[in-house]
């Protein structure tokens, strides 16, 4: 069996807070079910949002050499992804909204492919509310990037206001718990059928249609 490996990033400003502490049973789970993981911290330095430069499509990489070239530069040599978020004003924080937005679109225009048909999850901490808005963002990204979306026994979310509360959230964490072993049992599904000689699905030339009549 091949080792899988799952990279999972924090995007909060706090490195070892709420989001982290969902991570990191995220982590201790999958490890116990032999897959290799790595928590990618995108930092609480200013992160620029995407200015539509299209630099991406000539450079293969972002214009703006930060956390996101760091991150593209490793993601392809990954099987899965975990994209953690705490909730500022109920959506995704602004630092992992820009860096998403970069991350993707950077990808689309280098052709790269490093996210194509990888498991993807979106992981989210808040004290209180805006959850479930924040999930839904999350996911829209995964949609559009050809990433199947990994579920769990609940929307995946914790709550707390500090790493102590997120850790006497037990429904939470037992989410966490269940979204990783759904992560690894989706990777060795998919390991076994491409081993199987099951093809990666036909591809059509893309089609891109502006509402201009
Ligand atoms: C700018 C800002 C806005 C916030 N907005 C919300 C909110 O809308 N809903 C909520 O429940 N918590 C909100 N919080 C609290 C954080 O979501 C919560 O403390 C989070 O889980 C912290 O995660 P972290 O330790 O990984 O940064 C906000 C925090 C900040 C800094």
Redesign the pocket.
């Known amino acids: 069996m091949v080792l899988m490996k799952v990279l999972l990033v924090n995007g909060?400003?706090?490195k070892d807070?709420?989001?982290?502490t969902a991570l990191n049973e995220i982590v201790e789970t999958l490890n116990s079910e032999g897959i290799e993981t790595n928590i990618f911290w995108i930092g609480n330095k200013p992160l620029n949002g995407c200015i539509g430069c299209h630099t991406c499509s000539k450079k293969k990489k972002c214009v703006f050499d930060d956390k996101v070239n760091e991150f593209l530069d490793i993601a392809a040599d990954y099987d899965g992804f975990i994209f953690g978020t705490?909730?500022?004003?109920?959506a995704a924080g602004g630092a992992i909204t820009s860096f998403m937005d970069r991350v993707f679109y950077a990808d689309l225009n280098a052709g790269k492919e490093a996210f194509y048909l990888k498991p993807a999850a979106g992981v989210i901490?808040?004290?209180?509310?805006?959850t479930t808005g924040t999930y839904d963002q999350l996911n829209k990204y995964f949609g559009l990037m050809q990433m199947p979306i990994v579920s769990s026994q609940y929307w995946n979310m914790v709550h707390?206001?500090t790493p102590e509360q997120v850790k006497q959230d037990l429904e939470g964490l037992q989410t966490m718990r269940t979204l990783a072993r759904n992560m690894a049992f989706l990777l060795n599904c998919k390991e076994v059928a491409l081993k199987n000689g099951v093809k990666l699905p036909e591809r059509e030339e893309g089609v891109f249609t502006n509402f201009i009549r």
């Open positions: 909060s400003p706090h807070g709420c989001t982290y705490p909730v500022h004003f109920a901490s808040a004290r209180r509310a805006g707390g206001a």
